[in-house]
Every structure is written in structure tokens, then in C-alpha cells.
């Protein structure tokens, strides 16, 4: 399976980005999606979560700005990102955890999101 990013750039701190992530491939149906994000010299953190039923997690960092959504029939992930930081500042990757057997996990290849102040 393989996830194509897009949809970073720059932006001033209170504006919005959204984040499409699309996976090459139908990615069963036990699975979640969704974005983590690096900033230089830290690790990498999830940013927010969603099951193939619609149940998500955020950050607390992000909670109340960013909205994740999914589209299963296009086996789509996104990233609506408002009201952002400078702090937001990151590499943001998306990624697919699949559930069966065995569990695998696929990344994209990281988009980049800049936030001037």
C-alpha cells in the first residue's frame, strides 16, 4: 500500500491548511488513519486519528482547531487544519494501521506545513 500526501505549505499563523492523504490500494476494512507530525529535534507525534467507523482522537495541542475526516470509499484521509501556530510548524505524515492477522503499518511520505508569525 502506498500513501500520497499533500496539500502542506505556508501560511500565516490564523490561517488554514488541509491535508489530503490517498492510499494507492482498497486497505481492508479493520483499519485506522491518520496524520502524525515532526518538527526539528523532536519526535514524532500523533496529531489525530480515525477508525473506518469515524471514531477519532486528536492531540490536546490540536483539539478544537484541527478536524480529521475520511472518505472509505476512496480510501482517503484528511486534515483540516484552522486557526494554526507557529508551533504547528512540522513534517505532518499520514498513515494507515491495518488490523487482521498481523498488524502493519504504511506511511506517506510527509508533507511539509509552515507557519510564519
Known amino acids: 500500500v502506498q500513501l500520497q500526501a499533500s496539500g502542506g505549505g505556508l501560511v500565516q499563523a490564523g490561517g488554514s491548511l488541509r491535508l489530503s492523504c490517498a492510499a494507492s490500494k482498497s486497505i481492508g476494512s479493520i483499519n485506522v488513519m491518520g496524520w502524525y507530525r515532526q518538527a526539528p529535534g523532536t519526535q514524532r507525534e500523533l496529531v489525530a486519528r480515525?477508525?473506518?467507523?469515524?471514531?477519532?482522537n486528536y492531540a490536546d495541542s490540536v483539539k478544537g482547531r484541527f478536524t480529521i475526516s475520511r472518505d472509505n470509499a476512496n480510501n482517503a484521509v484528511y486534515l483540516q487544519m484552522n486557526r494554526l501556530k507557529p508551533e504547528d510548524t512540522a513534517v505532518y505524515y499520514c498513515y494507515t494501521k491495518l488490523f487482521g492477522l498481523s498488524t502493519y503499518t504504511y506511511w506517506g511520505q510527509g508533507t511539509q506545513v509552515t507557519v510564519s508569525s
Open positions: 480515525i477508525s473506518r467507523s469515524g471514531s477519532t
